[in-house]
Structure formats: structure tokens, C-alpha cells
């Protein structure tokens, strides 16, 4: 059987030169033992010249191609004090080749930060870019427009939350990613595979590989296409894709990306939360809706935990366990007319869908990435005076109706519809204990992903949970089929805590997998559910200010109703500040996302972009060209991927998913371009622990746990508010805190009027003001099975403080009762010594005491403190005193039978 592993960049460090005629693009690996070259014609005013060479230079063969460059891009020969050749920039990677009137512009990425780590895999975030144009200036056509679609373009901050890695896929879910590891050695073949549009090059890279392509054997390099749906650069190199080198293409995801340490002991386990944005129909709250001709929805989000045991770094013999939901806008043709200025624009219904068109496209894509079963959680209104959400939740349902009644009854839409405002707003139910069940029956169908199989400790101590979970059981590891799909009217405030809660309840089920706890659930109030509960909100916020303009108004201590006084204000501000942004900025971040992901592209004698009424017809190509004929109103899936379920068709060994492997390369263990160990320790130059990202990261002890010495030190165990310690948050700067705004303490008292923090943001002013105490756990719309002992709540933050009984005391304890009052205390303090004087003073009253009738043990008295030492032989005594003395340092010499022994071990150990 084949090692598979993920290929790593060889293309890590760039740096241009500049001629008068041509850029020179050096790109080199971390250790720049590997040089490629790309050649870049500047003599051409408008069109993009790229030549790879193909060839991989040494350090010293790199040196002397700029040596002699330089010597003959010199105005004369031999001059010296000029040079020919000149250091333009240093970069980390291509962003890709963009042009808008005139010439090609290159943008580089001039800044990287690591900010987390997945099997010795680094990821990191853009800090910086930088933009060269191509063309010198003796051929330069000059455009007036020019300048100002630069400046649209470069609106686009690429050091907001654009993220990459070198050799981990980011546009793939990590089930995705280590299933293609695993593929089956039959596929291993040159021609199963194809080359993903790269026909310049041989599937297998080497001559020597080449020649031995029929045999399996061996350690092999993979790298897979990227899912273009997070791709959002994938506009800026489909120019060069052809042309170059795989090396040189490296694929940006737009999101968020967050990883924390959870220290178990001293074992390190890495929580690590990736959020990907689709960059089909993408834009801003407001001016993008519901979903587009294609099945393409508004503010798309997959967001990813990864759970792994971070003390081994193996993909193959490593314990990874990952968990995928999604959140997107109602897949419907809908929307909201802004220019009435309001604060709530009316809900309008734009197209009628009687066949559910749209939305069957849109199911589909999800059948074919994630598999069966797909759930929905519904959380828009279902109850209002006037209609306005509930409009979409009739239409949702309508549309989940009609789809449902052609599929096999195993893998319909799971439909789930909760009004999670209103429960907000009574006082008689806790939203987060319906959530909880939400969440639990979800994960039961779902499942989730783990690299190996089920512990024997789980068959040994099973639980009513793990027995019930769903996914695919295969005979190496356990993977998820079917996803939760999480929506309400902006996918921002409801649908964050929602799926808060779904991954709270999967993170227990990854910990117990793992074996890490002995039984599949997490409680409140941990330092583990606290490190998560932060990931999970500065994930909340990133996205929120992405597509609407301001950061969470309602959090998860808003909903457990334990949020600080301090949060009304601040959730005032936040909803100002998303009103603001949608009402004057929105327009001019939608023209810059239609630019930068070529949406629009501009042309001569064409409608500038800021010339356009509207950009409906850029994200609805049905009204500009015919498409293809529309699918079968009852047959609407893909008949390949309905053959697969509940498995999702992306992940099946297929001859279509195999073509999609770009790259496969037969090579040396040791080589670097799978030497992960090599690539994350960098033994070849110096590093300092002050630099090491896994110190700098969030940790739990560090950051969570109380600094009072003897507290347990188990991320698990609930602490109390006034023993939790400092978190980030509390570290922060005011730089930090004034781009976040996060949360205060959660030890502060709650508002005096949680109920009117419910009607100040999209999540819960509603235009309804029915009863708050009208709404029962009878009342609720979902139907979820119950799980008997195991759905009840242990935690209860509604109740009231019940009444404290003080009883007056009359005098002094007796001598006895003292007595007994000190012995139970003696009993409990199991880490202190007993005074012995305080015991011998006592002792007659303790005999009075301690008189039992018939004997409670085989020891004379009853007592922790007195036993009789059991039976000790000689040579028993003699082992443990020279062990004794061994561990101070003084060895006792080896007798003549312990030196045959220890010889005969060495023979037939090592001879």
C-alpha cells in the first residue's frame, strides 16, 4: 500500500528583478535549496507574456543566471556602478495577474502572520500585498479611468481575514482532504488521472517516477484541484493557470481562520475553527440576497472545527476529528428595496419559483459536497403582526415540500423551523437548552469525521449517545455524511449562536473519539467550552463585519442571560453601526467585490462599473445569454450523486474525482516536497522559543484556568465565575479592543431589561410585540426525539436564589461535638499531616467516639490515620531501599546475576 501526503509548495520565497524588457521572478522553497523562474514581457502595453522554463536551479546555478543577466542588461559592456538587473520586491506568493484599461498588474504578498498550524501544516494570514504594473513605461497607453479602478480594486483590504498555506488544501473540508490520502492504490496509475487543465506537463514530474508509474509501491505527492466556491483568486490566475508551474499557483480563501491550544495534563490538543466564504453571488447585507440564477446563495459560509491531538503530527498516524456546518440566505429569488431608508426594508418575494428551481440547485451542490442527510435549521419569525420574515419561512417550507416528495424518503431535507426570537423574548424558556436538543439530534444524524476507528475503550465503557451516532462507519475511520444548514433572516446574530451550540455538542463527541473524556458531553462554565465559546465569537464577529458592516450585537452570554450591564450600550453602538454601514458604504464594497473577483471586468466603450444602475444582471446570467436547458422538475439532483448517498460524491473514488488530482509525483520519504517534519521544525536555521507559534497561541491554561494553586487543572471542570482566570480578552490592548469590542467579565450581573436588549438588532426586532410569557417548551414547532436522562440540563442559570434559614445560636459547641467537627475536617484535608500532638490529646475521646458494635474493616481501628503494615519480605525491602537510593543519586553495584542478564537482554535485543 502507498504513503500518500500532501505536496508542499516548492515556491515559498519570491523576489522580482526588473530589466527594461522583462521581469525576472525568482521563487525559491523555505530552505532555498530550489530556484524557479518565471519570465514576465514588459514590452507588451496590454496583453500578459508568462514563460516557465520548467527548470529547477541550485542556489549556485540561480546566482550565476543573475550574475549574467546583470552583465548583459548593462548599457555598456564591462560598465561598472550600474546595474542592469535591479531588486524590485520580495514577496511570499502570487496573489494573481489583474488588469483593468490598460496593462497587467501583479500583486504580491509582501507580509504573512502564521496563525495556526494543522498536522505541521502551517496557515497563514495576509498581512500585506503590493501591486507592480507590468508594462514600462516607453509603451505605457495611458487611461484616465485607470487611477480610480485601482483604488476600487485596492478597497478590497487583502490583509482582512485573506488566508493560504503552502500545502494544506484550505478550500477543501479536512475529511476531504485526508479521504484523498487514503484513496485506493488502483487509482495510483498515470492513466486514471488526469492533469486538471495543466497539459504542458506529465502527471509524473520525474523521468524516474515516470518509469515506474505501474508500480504502487512507494511514497507518492498529491495535490488535488482546489473547490473553486472558496477560491477568490481564482479570477486573477486563470490567465497563467495553463502556463506555469503548479508551484507558483497558491489559492487565497476569504474568512476566518482561529486556533487555540487545550492543554489536558500537559497533552496538547489544538482546537482550530476555519470559516470559508463563498465568492459566488458574494457582496453586502442589503444589496445581496436570497440566491442567484445558479443555485449560488448570499453570505454562504462553511465553517469547519478541527480537533487534533497536536503531540503527534502525522496525517497517517496522528488522531484528527473535524466537524463541517453551513449558513446561507434563504435559497430564494428575494430581496430588500434600501432606498426607503428604513431600518427594516420590507421582504419582497422578486420571482415565482413554483418548482423550486433555485433552491434544487442549490440542494444539489450541497448533496454532492457534503451527502445525505441535509438539515435545515430554520430560525426566521413565524409569528408576526405584519408579515415580514415570515413571508421567507412559508416560501422555505413550501419550496422543502415540493423537493422532498421526489427523493427516497432516506435522503430527504431534514426541515426543522424554530422562531428562536420569540423564545428569546419569554421568560419562561432557556433558548440555549433548546438549542442543546437542536444540536444533539443534528449531531446524532450527521456524525462526524475521525481519522481512525472507534477506541476499544468506547466498546468497553459504551454510552446511549455514541451508539446512536449517524455518519458512514467505514473499517479505518468515521466519517460525516449530510450537513446542518443554519439560517435566519441575515445568517449573522441567531444563526452564530446557533451554530455555537451544534458545535459545542460535536466538540464533546470529537474529545470523547479522541479519548479525551470518558463520556460524550462538555457542560458550561469549563475552560474548554470557554476557549471554544471565543473562537466561536471572534468567528462571529469577523464575519459579521464582512457582510454587514459591524460586529455581533447579540452574543452567546446575551442569550444565557448573563451578559454584563456594559453589553446594552455596546449593542446599540453595533446596530448603529451596521445601520451606517449598510446605508452609505455598501455600495462601494459591492463595485470593489465585483471587481476583484471579476464579476465585472472592464472594457473599452464599455459602462464604467460605477456607471451601472444595478449588478443584477452580473450575478444572474440568465438575463444576459441562454443557459442550458432547465433540469426535470421532479429529477432534479445529479443521478451520480444520488447513487452515492448518504456518502457525499465529492469524496467517492471515482474516475471523475480523480481526474481532478492535478498532481501526483512518486518520490523519496526524505524529500522535501513531503518532508513535513523538515518544513515545520526548519532545522536548518536558527529559531528562538520566543518565536514559536504553538507558545504564542491562546491556551488554556494560560488563558482559562484560575492561577490559585491546588485548582484541578482539567479544562473540564466547572469553574465559578469569580475563579475563572484572565482570559485574551481581558489582555487585549486598546488597539485590540477597539477593533473587537469584545465581551467584559461574565461575573457582572445581567442588564436590568435583557427582554428590551431582544428588540435592538436584525436577530430579534421584530415589528410583533406579543406576550412574553405567551410561549411554552409545549408551544415550540420542533419536534426532536428526547434522550432520556441524558437531555436534561444540569446547569440552570434562570432560577432564583432561594431563601437562606438562619438559625441563632445559643452558645458555645460541646468538647464532643468539636471533636467530631475536627476529625471530619482531618478527613477532607488529604494532603495535609495531622498534628500529632492535637491526635494524642484526643485520642481517649476518639476511642469513646469511634466504639463500634461489630468491626467495619479487617484493620484494629477505623481510623486513615493508623493500619498495620502488610507482610514485607527481605528482598522485597532490599529492592525498593536501593530504588530509594538510586533516585539520590547513590547506585548500588550490580550483583554477578543482574550482569548475565543484562547481557543476555543485549544479545538478543541488538546482536
Not at 487565497?252 to 476555519?274: A, D, E, N, W
Not at 485520642?843 to 493508623?866: G, N, V, W
Request: proline share 4%; with cysteine; hydrophobic share 35%.
Amino acid at each position: 500500500m502507498p504513503t500518500v501526503q500532501p505536496i508542499i509548495s516548492c515556491v515559498q520565497k519570491l523576489v522580482l528583478y526588473e530589466t527594461r524588457a522583462r521581469y525576472f521572478l525568482v521563487g525559491s522553497n523555505h530552505a532555498e535549496t530550489k530556484h524557479r523562474v518565471l519570465k514576465i514581457d514588459r514590452t507588451e502595453p496590454r496583453d500578459l507574456v508568462v514563460i516557465d522554463d520548467r527548470h529547477v536551479y541550485s542556489q549556485q546555478e540561480i546566482q550565476e543566471l543573475l550574475s549574467r543577466l546583470d552583465m548583459g542588461n548593462r548599457t555598456k559592456m564591462g560598465q561598472k556602478g550600474l546595474s542592469g538587473l535591479s531588486k524590485t520586491v520580495s514577496a511570499f506568493g502570487i496573489v494573481g495577474f489583474v488588469r483593468f484599461l490598460e496593462g497587467y498588474y501583479i500583486v504580491f504578498i509582501t507580509k504573512r502572520r502564521k496563525v495556526a498550524d494543522i498536522g505541521g501544516h502551517s496557515i497563514y494570514k495576509i498581512e500585506d500585498t503590493a501591486n507592480v504594473y507590468i508594462p514600462n513605461d516607453s509603451v505605457r497607453i495611458a487611461h484616465p479611468d485607470e487611477a480610480k479602478y485601482v483604488r476600487i480594486f485596492q478597497s478590497v483590504d487583502l490583509s482582512s481575514n485573506f488566508y493560504f498555506s503552502y500545502s494544506y488544501d484550505l478550500t477543501h473540508s479536512h475529511q476531504f482532504n485526508l479521504t484523498v490520502l487514503k484513496m485506493p492504490s488502483e487509482g495510483l496509475k498515470s492513466e486514471t488521472f488526469g492533469h486538471g487543465g495543466q497539459d504542458s506537463f506529465d502527471i509524473f514530474e520525474d523521468e524516474d517516477a515516470a518509469a515506474q508509474a505501474g508500480s504502487t509501491a512507494g511514497h507518492y505527492g498529491i495535490r488535488n484541484e482546489p473547490y473553486y466556491k472558496y477560491t477568490w483568486n481564482g479570477y486573477m490566475l486563470e490567465k497563467v493557470k495553463a502556463a506555469v508551474h503548479h508551484n507558483w499557483l497558491l489559492y487565497i480563501i476569504h474568512g476566518f481562520c482561529g486556533q487555540s491550544k487545550m492543554l489536558i495534563y500537559g497533552r496538547p490538543v489544538y482546537v482550530t475553527l476555519i470559516a470559508r466564504r463563498s465568492c459566488k453571488f458574494a457582496g453586502t447585507r442589503f444589496l445581496k440576497r436570497g440566491a442567484n440564477c445558479e443555485g449560488d446563495v448570499a453570505n454562504e459560509v462553511e465553517t469547519e472545527q478541527i480537533i487534533h491531538d497536536a503531540s503527534v503530527m502525522s496525517f497517517s498516524a496522528g488522531s484528527y476529528s473535524s466537524y463541517v456546518q453551513v449558513r446561507g440566505s434563504v435559497p430564494l429569488y428575494w430581496s430588500q428595496d434600501i432606498s426607503t431608508m428604513m431600518p427594516k426594508p420590507p421582504i419582497t418575494l422578486d420571482q415565482a419559483d413554483p418548482f423550486a428551481h433555485v433552491a434544487a440547485l442549490h440542494f444539489d451542490q450541497m448533496l454532492q459536497r457534503f451527502g445525505s442527510p441535509i438539515i435545515i435549521l430554520n430560525l426566521v419569525k413565524k409569528r408576526e403582526k405584519r408579515k415580514h420574515e415570515r413571508i421567507l419561512s412559508e416560501a422555505l417550507f413550501s419550496a422543502v415540500t415540493y423537493l422532498n416528495q421526489f427523493l427516497p424518503p432516506e435522503y430527504g431535507i431534514h426541515y426543522i423551523a424554530w422562531d428562536m426570537a420569540k423564545y428569546t423574548k419569554s421568560k419562561l424558556c432557556n433558548v440555549l437548552d433548546r438549542l442543546n436538543l437542536i444540536a444533539e439530534d443534528v449531531v446524532k444524524k450527521t456524525g462526524f469525521f475521525v481519522n481512525h476507528t472507534d477506541f476499544y475503550s468506547n466498546s468497553l465503557r459504551p454510552h446511549d449517545r455514541w451508539s446512536e451516532l449517524g455518519g458512514f462507519i467505514h473499517n479505518k475511520c468515521r466519517l460525516q455524511t449530510g450537513v446542518l444548514r443554519t439560517n435566519c433572516v441575515d445568517c449573522l446574530d441567531r444563526t452564530n449562536t446557533a451554530q455555537f451550540m451544534v458545535g459545542k455538542c460535536a466538540l464533546a463527541c470529537q474529545l470523547y473519539a479522541l479519548g479525551v473524556i470518558d463520556k460524550p458531553r462538555l457542560q458550561f462554565d469549563t475552560d474548554a467550552v470557554r476557549l471554544f465559546e471565543e473562537l466561536y465569537e471572534d468567528h462571529g464577529d469577523t464575519l459579521s463585519l464582512q457582510y454587514g458592516g459591524s460586529q455581533l450585537v447579540h452574543r452567546v452570554k446575551t442569550y444565557r442571560k448573563i451578559a454584563p450591564w456594559t453589553q446594552h450600550s455596546k449593542d446599540i453602538m453595533q446596530t448603529l453601526s451596521r445601520y451606517y454601514s449598510n446605508a452609505f458604504s455598501d455600495a462601494d464594497r459591492q463595485d470593489a467585490i465585483n471587481l476583484f473577483l471579476g464579476v465585472f471586468q472592464p472594457l473599452e466603450g464599455k459602462s464604467h462599473l460605477w456607471e451601472l444602475p444595478t449588478d443584477y444582471y452580473l450575478h444572474h446570467k440568465n438575463t444576459v445569454a441562454l443557459l442550458s436547458p432547465k433540469r426535470s422538475y421532479t429529477h432534479w439532483w445529479t443521478p451520480d450523486v444520488l447513487m452515492n448517498l448518504p456518502l457525499p460524491y465529492d469524496e467517492v473514488p471515482c474516475t471523475e474525482n480523480l481526474k481532478k488530482m492535478t498532481v501526483i509525483k512518486k518520490t523519496d520519504k526524505s524529500d522535501e516536497e513531503i518532508d513535513v517534519y523538515t518544513e515545520f521544525y526548519q532545522p536548518y536555521e536558527l529559531s528562538s522559543f520566543d518565536d514559536a507559534f504553538c507558545l504564542r497561541m491562546t491556551n488554556s491554561a494560560k488563558d482559562f484556568m484560575p492561577k490559585n494553586v491546588g485548582i484541578d487543572p482539567s479544562p473540564f471542570t466547572i469553574r465559578k465565575p469569580e475563579e475563572t482566570g484572565k482570559s485574551m480578552l481581558s489582555n487585549k490592548t486598546s488597539k485590540e479592543e477597539t477593533v473587537l469590542q469584545r465581551k467584559t467579565v461574565a461575573s457582572a450581573p445581567p442588564p436590568p431589561s435583557e427582554e428590551a436588549v431582544s428588540s435592538s438588532s436584525e436577530d430579534d426586532s421584530g415589528t410583533d410585540k406579543e406576550e412574553d410569557g405567551a410561549v411554552s417548551q409545549r408551544s415550540t414547532p420542533v419536534k426532536i426525539t428526547e434522550f432520556g436522562e441524558n437531555a436534561k440540563i444540569t446547569e440552570d442559570s434562570s432560577q432564583s436564589p432561594r431563601e437562606v434559614r438562619i438559625t441563632n445560636i445559643s452558645g458555645l459547641p460541646s468538647e464532643d461535638d468539636l471533636l467530631i467537627y475536627k476529625r471530619f475536617v482531618n478527613l477532607g484535608q488529604s494532603q495535609r499531616k495531622v498534628d500529632v500532638h492535637c491526635q494524642q490529646s484526643s485520642t481517649k475521646h476518639l476511642d469513646s467516639m469511634m466504639t463500634i458494635s461489630e468491626p467495619a474493616s479487617s484493620f484494629l481501628r477505623d481510623s486513615i490515620y493508623e493500619v498495620h503494615l502488610a507482610a514485607l519480605d527481605a528482598k522485597s525491602a532490599q529492592i525498593f531501599t536501593s530504588h530509594i537510593q538510586t533516585g539520590k543519586g547513590i547506585i548500588q553495584p550490580l550483583c554477578r546475576e543482574d550482569l548475565i542478564l543484562y547481557r543476555e537482554y543485549i544479545k538478543s535485543r541488538y546482536m
